[in-house]
């Protein structure tokens, strides 16, 4: 088990962390400031929450493993890591440990602007609809052109193999063809300037 910022990091299939409420509320707090100007903060479970839990969690990530990061407050990607690399965070929730059968997406619309070096996914564990998530776990990445290549489409209106209907365009890899976590901290951590 490693800790940093009060987090500790439980290294199992993936990097995995348990979602303590102070966690919860700095989010809250992060998101609540990009609201600030009349816009509401989320609900429970609220995209923006979400993705943002994602985004603190694999930043303290890279800093437990000394891997400089930048957060990068834009649409097209969240961090600069190593001060070389954009990398975007994908947030994706699931009811259970992830499984290598499992999908990691992203929004057909989204890649139309959103082309940063690596895609980076967390799963976010929870207990169902309108719940806060527990636990979260840094399932792996892709290089951009590597995603586009090896995703499979999934339509508005199809039924995924678990009974769920897509409700937006999407382009789809299985965790199994993500580079682990760990590989892909090792290449950053090459790339670190002195």
Not at 45 to 64: C, F, K, Q, S
Not at 132 to 144: D, F, K, Q, S, T
Not at 167 to 176: E, F, G, N, P, Q
Request: aromatic share 12%; glycine share 6%; net charge negative.
């Amino acid at each position: 088990m490693a800790n940093h910022s009060g987090r500790a990091f439980l290294m199992l299939e993936y990097p995995t962390v348990e979602i303590y409420p102070e966690l919860i509320r700095e989010a809250q707090l992060a998101v609540a400031e990009k609201h600030a100007e009349g816009m509401p903060a989320p609900q429970v479970g609220g995209g923006n929450l979400t993705g943002y839990l994602a985004e603190l969690i694999v930043y303290d990530w890279l800093r437990l493993l000394d891997i400089p990061a930048t957060y990068e407050d834009a649409s097209r990607y969240d961090f600069w890591v190593s001060d070389r690399y954009p990398v975007d965070v994908k947030a994706m929730r699931c009811r259970s440990t992830p499984k290598p059968s499992h999908t990691a997406e992203i929004f057909e619309a989204s890649l139309k602007y959103q082309q940063p070096d690596y895609f980076l996914w967390v799963a976010l564990e929870d207990d169902g609809p309108n719940t806060l998530p527990r636990r979260a776990h840094i399932v792996g990445g892709l290089l951009y052109c590597d995603f586009v290549s090896l995703a499979h489409y999934q339509k508005a209106g199809d039924v995924s193999p678990i009974g769920y209907t897509y409700k937006t365009d999407r382009k789809a890899v299985y965790l199994s063809e993500l580079v682990p976590a760990e590989a892909l901290a090792a290449e950053w951590r090459k790339e670190i300037r002195v």
